[in-house]
């Protein structure tokens, strides 16, 4: 069953060190409507993947409880992201005869149907067939070719394909909190559409979501995706070498870093020092703080070059034109957006989501950059289906994978 009302989707972001869930509506502007945000610690996921079904469904719980309280909507169906180093994006061009004179939605998903004949390996599903451009006749058509006459119909397509049991764990986890699904989207895709500006996507842009357990890169060129892919290390990979170096428990490590934190050694005085607890039962010790950021700025240098790697190897650098855009908690270390653009060699910002009303305070944090871009890529989608129709129907493109995987 959908949610009570049939134009308000629930984006719910399974994140390595949080759920997070975001009610949300479209304004008669095109805006997002924020109409409640909840937000559960969890350590059921790891590196983007369930590791525990069980903590994974209490916090679903606890976020959608909290969602619910605060717009005052019942949800019974969410929209969920995927992410995870096994997830793996290819390009490819199908064409199909158009059935009748004039191109209709059938042929559409007729030819997006024929872009899902990639090579799989075992275990692999299809996740997301996203349209690049269609080409009718030879000749490229902007947006839709919905209603143009024509014979034949192409189109070039990012598919991204996923473990399967990936992907039953997360339908688990769905079904176990009593929820059904609406539709699945990978995360760096969902992150992309929240915090990237309409000139940022035509130009060409890369997005990286460094969250706590991965860090998900999505190229943009001319409008629409051409690359994604998932490294596994976040912003707790920081917080454990903090932990290592300073013998000091992850917990305290995790504050110092958010506290004193910084991406980059040369933002730091020499001479500050900062107290760092000790483990079993040593006293505090005065550490130097520029010793704290020589542990942040070395992996999040490490992070950030394997981004700047990826890019360089898909030859798509030339087609960035904009820049870099860095979101998700992992990006908020001072000095991150400098590293980023020595890394990359490509001017950096740090996004967080844009185009909201309501709740605004709320969702637009860097952290919330995936559920905000969950909600949008859905109503997006019912939109585009026609009024009043949330929910699978209404999400068909999106989710019709889920019906050949059962
Ligand atoms: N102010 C801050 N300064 C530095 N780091 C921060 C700050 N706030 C949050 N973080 C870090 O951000 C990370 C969590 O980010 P985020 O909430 O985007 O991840 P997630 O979505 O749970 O994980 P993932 O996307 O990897 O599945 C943590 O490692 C946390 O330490
Ligand atoms: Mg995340």
């Known amino acids: 069953m959908s949610n009570k009302k049939d134009e308000i989707v629930v984006g719910l972001d399974l994140g390595t060190t949080k759920v997070c869930t975001v009610v949300a509506e ?115 058509t902007i947006a839709s070719p919905v209603g143009m006459a024509g014979d034949r119909l192409s189109v070039d397509a990012h598919v991204i394909v996923g473990a399967g049991t990936a992907l039953q764990n997360l339908l688990r986890c769905i079904d176990g909190a009593g929820l059904s699904l609406d539709a699945i989207i990978p995360q760096p895709l969902a992150s992309a559409h929240a915090v990237l500006s309409q000139e940022e996507l035509e130009l060409g842009v890369a997005l990286v979501d460094i969250g706590g357990g991965t860090t998900d890169l999505a190229i943009y060129a001319g409008g629409s995706v051409c690359h994604t892919w998932v490294l596994p290390l976040g912003g707790t990979h920081v917080t454990r070498d903090i932990s290592y170096g300073l013998s000091t428990p992850m917990k305290d490590a995790e504050r110092i870093k958010i506290q004193h934190g910084s991406a980059l050694v040369n933002q730091v005085d020499a001479d500050a020092m900062i107290e760092v607890p000790s483990v079993g039962g040593r006293p505090p010790r005065d550490v130097p703080r520029l010793l704290l950021a020589e542990i942040t700025e070395a992996r999040m240098e490490e992070i950030l070059d394997l981004v700047g790697q990826e890019i360089q190897r898909t030859g798509l650098r030339r087609h960035i034109g904009s820049g870099v855009v860095i979101t998700g908690g992992g990006s908020l270390p001072p000095g991150t957006v400098e590293l980023a653009n020595l890394a990359t060699g490509l001017i950096a910002r740090r996004g967080v989501p844009v ?52």
Request: with cysteine.
């Open 26 to 140: 479209h304004t008669a502007s095109g805006e997002l409507c924020i109409l409640g945000v909840g937000s559960a610690a969890c350590s059921g996921v790891k590196q983007g993947m369930v590791v525990s079904i069980e903590e994974t469904v209490a916090a679903i719980t606890k976020a959608v409880e909290e969602a619910e309280g605060m717009s005052g909507v019942d949800i019974h169906s969410v929209v969920v992201g995927i992410s995870g180093s096994h997830l793996r994006g290819l390009n490819n061009q199908n064409t199909i005869g158009v059935k009748g004179a004039t191109v209709t939605e059938d042929d559409i998903a007729n030819v997006l149907d024929a872009a899902r004949a990639v090579d799989l390996s075992r275990d692999e599903e299809i996740v997301h067939v996203a349209a690049q451009r269609y080409v009718l006749d030879q000749q490229e």
């Open 355 to 406: 185009g909201l009303t309501g709740l605004t305070d709320l969702a637009a944090t860097a952290q919330n950059a995936t559920a905000v871009g969950l909600a949008r890529m859905a109503l997006t989608e019912v939109a585009r289906a026609g009024a009043g129709q949330a929910g699978p129907k209404g999400l068909a493109r999106l989710t019709s994978w889920v019906k050949e995987f059962f």
